[in-house]
């Protein structure tokens, strides 16, 4: 099946600065990666995501791009504030593409 | 308001005992799915369904239960057999079968004593 793994599983930055949060995925028919925020004590929310036809997809400060030779995708935020503060979790389509498998997660810090 | 309602919030159960957790959602979802979240392990899938009256097992199925007698209805039993219930879990729903946005229910935090 399908594993993706994520790094890091902490990132500290100050304010203004940008983060970048990495997976790779073991399923070269995986065709879907998508990209959640989870805030303290909230549910999961989708951010941003991309499909396999496209390379690179930008919604203001957040940015996703894919690589499938390398089977590697990350999110880009520029311009960090506090609030971006939560953990992101990576996820890549599984089984047929009807289901998803997360990466473990990545606790973003954003000091001011 | 449209959206997944995951319920109770909180349940505290002493070994042995099983528990059922419900979720219920309004948006029309053919699609709906339990997530178990344990800290540093990201969401692991427990089991999902495509359709009413079908569903099929995700990869840490063993000691849990669900039912798809409606659309809008996917409640997950977790069994005296699973060794480790202690967990947040997450109810979620998509719009079709194929893999696509989930929309999460508030979560279901089980201690098991």
């Known amino acids: 099946g399908e594993n993706v793994e994520q790094h890091p599983s902490t990132l500290s930055v100050q304010e203004g600065d940008s983060a970048v949060i990495k997976c790779t995925y073991s399923?070269?028919?995986?065709?879907?990666f998508p990209w959640y925020k989870q805030e303290l004590g909230k549910r999961p929310q989708l951010i941003i995501d991309i499909r396999s036809n496209v390379g690179e997809k930008k919604d203001q400060r957040i940015a996703v791009t894919l690589n499938k030779t390398a089977k590697h995708f990350s999110l880009h935020i520029t311009e960090t504030q506090p609030e971006d503060s939560a953990v992101y979790f990576c996820a890549a389509s599984s089984r047929g593409y009807s289901t998803l498998t997360f990466g473990k997660g990545t606790m973003l810090l954003v000091s001011p | 308001d449209g959206g997944i309602t995951q319920s109770p919030k909180y349940l505290f159960r002493k070994e042995g005992q099983n528990v059922t957790l419900s979720c219920e959602q309004n948006?029309?979802?053919?699609?709906m799915y339990w997530y178990r979240q344990d800290p540093g392990q990201g969401l692991r899938l427990i089991y999902y369904s495509q359709i009413v009256n079908d569903f099929q097992k995700g990869d840490i199925a063993e000691g849990y239960s669900v039912s798809r007698e409606k659309k809008e209805s996917f409640p997950l039993t977790v069994t005296s057999a699973q060794k480790n219930p202690t967990a947040f879990y997450l109810c979620?729903?998509?719009?079709?079968?194929?893999?696509?946005?989930?929309?999460f229910g508030e979560g279901s935090r089980l201690t098991v004593l």
């Open positions: 948006l029309n979802h053919d699609a």
């Open positions: 399923d070269s028919a995986s065709n879907y």
């Open positions: 979620a729903s998509s719009l079709a079968r194929e893999a696509g946005e989930l929309f």
